[in-house]
């Protein structure tokens, strides 16, 4: 089974701040995803890359994929509290089967 | 769409007792998983189903477990016995097709065994 290392584990940050989110791996992914996971929910879906060198931008979050399809980032322009919550990013192993990073907890304070 | 819908939110059993999780997918999705996330091993997939077939249960832990399909609006996960070990948040998802179609993920089922 493939592993994808995110990193930081925990970062906690001011309203305003910019920050990046890492996940990295060894193995080859076909595409990647990153969610976004509240308490007490399941996790939602932000965006899939799929291309080598991809950028993906949803508002305030730009999504790249790293050009050997082994990592991926994940940046927050001007965090806001409403940021806060655990993003997972998941690489796909098969046509169904994604295999989940180990999530990056983000608290953004007011 | 009411999205997917997992029952119970909370089960509390002692080790040694039977535990059945339910799902509901949402309407015309024809994948469905079973997750289960723990802070030491994240989120693992531990079945998935293509139009109520098992295709995959490779991550199913052991025997304990089994999962069923009987029609497409339905799932069950089990756990016969449990043990304190299988204490973690279960997460029911369903998709469109397989591939990359986007999966809903219900709230989650948080079981504690004692």
């Known amino acids: 089974t493939q592993l994808l290392e995110q990193s930081p584990q925990f970062l906690s940050i001011q309203e305003g701040e910019n920050l990046t989110v890492y996940c990295n791996s060894s193995?080859?992914?076909?595409?990647l995803q990153w969610y976004r996971q509240e308490p007490g929910e399941g996790p939602v879906l932000l965006v899939t890359?799929?291309?080598?060198?991809e950028v993906k931008k949803l508002k305030r979050l730009t999504f790249q994929f790293g050009d050997a399809r082994k990592d991926s980032s994940l940046h927050i322009t001007a965090a806001q509290p409403g940021d806060t919550g655990l993003y997972l990013c998941?690489?796909?192993?098969?046509?169904?089967?994604?295999?989940f990073g180990t999530g990056t907890r983000l608290k953004v304070l007011a | 769409d009411a999205g997917v819908i997992q029952s119970p939110r909370h089960e509390v059993t002692e080790m040694g007792q039977e535990v059945t999780l339910r799902c509901k997918p949402i309407?015309?999705?024809?994948?469905l998983f079973w997750y289960r996330q723990t802070m030491m091993r994240g989120l693992e997939l531990l079945i998935y189903?293509?139009?109520?077939?098992?295709?995959?249960d490779s991550g199913m832990p052991e025997d304990r477990f089994s999962a069923k399909m009987p029609n497409a609006s339905f799932s069950t996960l089990k756990i016969q016995p449990s043990e304190p070990r299988d204490s973690a948040v279960y997460f029911c998802?369903?998709?469109?097709?397989?591939?990359?179609?986007?999966?809903?993920f219900g709230p989650g089922t948080r079981l504690t065994v004692l």
């Open positions: 998941a690489g796909e192993e098969g046509t169904y089967k994604y295999i």
């Open positions: 998802a369903s998709s469109l097709t397989s591939g990359r179609d986007t999966q809903y």
């Open positions: 193995s080859v992914f076909s595409s």
């Open positions: 309407s015309g999705h024809n994948s």
């Open positions: 890359v799929v291309t080598g060198g």
């Open positions: 189903f293509n139009n109520n077939v098992p295709i995959d």
